[in-house]
């Protein structure tokens, strides 16, 4: 079973929209949450990532905001691009630094 | 910068051929991980190593071993490869301790 869901399975936006990636989790020993950019014919990277002390935490035009009652978490990106256009994961961990349980993934594309 | 290479790219394998997966990093990381990526199912933590000839089932590890006789290298074996283990595999490092896992471009592996 999926342990970490993640919503839409794809997105289309116009340049300078603000796409919005969902995700939910049951296991609430989960105490990181990182969101991961992958390009085609690349291997994913660490886009940003947040533990659930705080709710929201913001790089540039990337934010996670998280929700510890609710056990969801979400990325949003400000003024997407062209460039943004990718398939993002999100992802949760129990453990520092091992055993990522990533969600479906969501392909984005931003249109000119 | 960290570099994590993947021997094949591309890999066309015959039902019940014995196939392996190599993955070399050049950054002293103590673990390595080896996931599938499935369109719809994300990624899947196949088998990771957090030290050398140290080894740990992922979620899927049915019809793999692997093998960790260096500490950057990190090879994944498919004993007698089936038609259902057709997928993208991607292998990833990281630093005890930290919680970043860099990715390598991955495999297509293509079993007929």
């Known amino acids: 079973q999926q342990q970490v869901k993640q919503s839409p399975q794809s997105l289309i936006v116009q340049k300078g929209g603000i796409p919005i990636i969902n995700c939910a989790y049951e296991n609430t020993a989960f105490d990181y949450f990182p969101w991961y950019q992958q390009f085609p014919g690349k291997g994913p990277a660490l886009l940003i990532a947040?533990?659930?002390?705080?709710s929201e935490k913001k790089e540039g035009r990337f934010t996670i905001s998280f929700n510890k009652s609710a056990k969801q978490f979400s990325l949003h990106i400000m003024d997407s691009q062209p460039g943004d256009s990718a398939t993002y994961f999100c992802?949760?961990?129990?453990?520092?630094?091992?055993?990522?349980?990533f969600g479906a993934g969501t392909i984005l594309r931003v249109k000119s | 910068d960290v570099k994590v290479t993947q021997s094949s790219r591309y890999l066309v394998k015959r039902t019940g051929e014995k196939v392996f997966l190599e993955c070399v990093q050049d950054?002293?990381?103590?673990?390595m991980f080896w996931y599938r990526q499935d369109p719809g199912l994300g990624l899947r933590l196949i088998y990771f190593?957090?030290?050398?000839?140290?080894?740990e089932k992922g979620d899927i590890p049915e019809g793999y071993s692997v093998s960790r006789e260096k500490k950057e290298r990190f090879s994944l074996i498919l004993e007698s490869a089936s038609t259902n283990q057709t997928s993208m595999y991607l292998c990833a490092s990281n630093t005890g301790g930290t919680d970043t896992q860099y990715f390598g471009p991955g495999t297509r592996l293509t079993v007929l």
């Open positions: 992802a949760a961990s129990k453990e520092y630094g091992n055993k990522l349980v």
């Open positions: 947040i533990r659930p002390d705080v």
């Open positions: 950054m002293d990381h103590e673990n």
């Open positions: 190593s957090y030290d050398v000839k140290m080894k």
